[in-house]
């Protein structure tokens, strides 16, 4: 059986982007930190959702400001979340393990 990667990028050629993106810490009891670098003037959005698919946290970012959210994950439920961010054509989805 094949494991997938902790990030998976989609729709970007990994040998020309530069782009930087870090999640951690991961698994998380309590914040967690978000960092997305684009050299391309695109605007970010940033969606968490749970296990069951709904959306429990979402920030929208503008144009040619560097992403850093410090996201406090108290009031979550222990539990896998994953994390979608989209900017323009590109798309990062993370899981995150969240425990207490």
């Not at 990667?5 to 020309?16: K, L, M, V, W, Y």
């Amino acid at each position: 059986m094949t494991e997938l990667p902790e990030n998976i990028f989609t729709d970007i050629d990994s040998e020309t982007e530069k782009n930087y993106f870090n999640v951690y810490p991961n698994p998380t009891s309590g914040i967690v930190n978000i960092e997305y670098v684009s050299n391309d003037n695109e605007a970010v959005s940033v969606k968490l959702f749970n296990a069951f698919g709904s959306l429990v946290y979402e920030n929208n970012m503008e144009k040619n400001q560097p992403l850093s959210l410090d996201l406090n994950t108290l009031n979550l439920s222990t539990g896998i979340y994953y994390l979608n961010m989209l900017a323009g054509e590109k798309r990062v989805n993370q899981k995150i393990n969240f425990v207490k």
